[in-house]
């Protein structure tokens, strides 16, 4: 299936969906009955509106105005917000991030707003879906297959955007959730104090009975469906039994949705380049296209401001948000043996970088004992970065003394790949083919290694840590220097010893590979959601960042309660049902 947004596909949608997309809140659409059965109940006509319900997993809508804020790769929300990176560029771009990642966010701010209706944009189209499959059942112009193929999708997206907007909003301990909403709802009715998880994992179970061959790569399989109902298991009920056989069932026989081989690629940065985007690694990925006539719309609008800041030969040239930050760098330091400091000592050295150095001044990174995915995850001076040569310190920067010294990589395109894979003239060449990697294997490998550690099962883990970390230890897949045979840093790496883990905590370990792992891919926050840490690891985090020397202007007297664990429901959508939502704190 080619990008859910295509000129051809919005030809056949457009005036189908108007009526969803232009409205300001979910509770302002037009009733499902209100759809025009005769036109839609059709096999194009419900393919057509199931494509516009898969068009939302990217977080981008032109109707509602959504593109950054509400991008599903978590750069916002997971990565911003767990303190892997932050805003990045100067004070004044994008100012309504700065309260999101210093923990004072008010329920007016609009990013909330934007994810809060991109969220319910997509179940609306899910619902209307289904309303016109059970349309075409009826009316024999679909055969039960294909209708319970249609179900079986559209139900198991919904499940996927009510699962992301409990992440944001639910907060348990004051009994508030957000609204569930199908085909049949009387949104007149709507509340957000019924606990609604179980009706997610039943629209998530749904997708279980598709089968794991699809043809089209951008469509859900039974594969992607079980890994997002293990997700949901683990994180709305600390159900680890139930997501294990889940995720073993993906080891030993999932495919991708075209129905192609899942596993580990061989070298660690492969992962990232936009060319290899749909190989082994990814169980699924959202997918972008560019230069389809569509000027850009359907390539990766979310992460277009994730670029380094300069004219000339960088990547992008716009807008130099994204910056990781000195804790998420300093997390890539490796003991004598070669493993993390699982301890939290690792701040105790800082891996030098050229703040404040000019770009003309004789520079020398750091010559101490790293990760080698620190250099695929961050982008920092004297490395090289793709093939765009050696990262040339702060003139790659927007406000060095503002976001710090260090640069996105993992989303950023290739210099060969520039008009090939990024759209050729927009505003910035920021707009790419580079799908975001939504489930990769080694996220499926680590999820199962946290299962296996909470229900003491297996080895406790022990052993998929350890193939990640083999992997990241393979010497073809360090960053090298220009003479392709000299590692560009001191890359030491090594895997657990032993046959078990010994003296080592699992979950301390998978807790922290998950960091190293999957830094920078929008997972933190709610991974430390799930396991409780959000107050206690973000406090720790956010004390070491603000002595930085940009961390007092962009922290300032910030602090983490309670409150932070999840986000205050949107005040607009409070207000257009009259008092019907409530507050969740």
Known sequence: MKKTKYLSVIAVITGLLLMHSCNESFLEITPNGALDVSVLATYEGVDALLIGAYSMIDGYDAGIGAGWEAASSGWVYGSIRGMESNKGTDSGDQPDINPLQTYSETASNPYLNFKWRACYEGISRCNSTIVAAMAAETAGTITLDEA????????????????WAWKMWADRSSNTFVPYVDETTDQSTLTNTDDIRTKIIEDLTAGTNLPTDMKQIGRFNKTVCQVFLAKAQMQMFGNYSAALALLENVESSGTNPAGG????????????????????????????????????????????????????????????????????VNSFRTDAGGLPFLDNSYNDEEVTSDQGIA??????????????RLDWSAGRRGIPYWDWGPHTGQDWIRDQSYS??????????????????????????????????????ADVLLLKAECEAMTTSGDLGFGEVNMIRARAANTDGFVMLADGVTPAANYVINV?????????????????????????EGHRYYDLQRWGDVQTELTRILTYER??????????????????????????QIDVTNGKLIQNR
């Open 359 to 372: 770009i003309d001044a004789v520079y020398i990174t750091y010559p101490g004992q790293l990760d080698p």
């Open 148 to 163: 319970t193929s249609f179900y079986q999708q559209a139900k198991a997206l919904r499940g996927v955007y009510h699962f």
């Open 496 to 520: 657990y010893p032993g046959a078990d883990w010994g003296a080592v905590d699992p979950m301390t370990a998978i807790k922290f590979e998950r960091k190293i792992e999957l830094g920078q």
């Open 261 to 328: 081989e899942i596993g580990l690629m061989d070298l660690y940065g492969d992962i990232f380049d936009a060319s290899k985007r749909n190989e082994k690694e990814a169980v699924y990925t959202v997918q972008y296209s560019v230069n389809d006539n569509s000027g850009g719309w359907n390539a990766g609008r979310g992460e277009v401001l994730n670029f380094p800041y300069k004219s000339g030969l960088s990547p992008g040239g716009c807008c130099g948000f994204f910056n990781p930050t000195q804790d998420f």
């Open 547 to 572: 002595e930085m020397p940009w961390g007092g202007l962009l922290y300032g007297s910030a602090s983490i309660g309670p409150e932070d664990v999840n986000f205050p429901i949107p005040q607009r």
């Open 404 to 441: 710090g010294p260090y640069s996105p990589k993992k989303q950023v395109y290739k210099q060969s790949q520039e008009g090939t894979l990024t759209e050729v003239g927009n505003w910035t060449s920021g707009y790419t083919a580079n799908g975001y990697r939504m489930i990769r294997y």
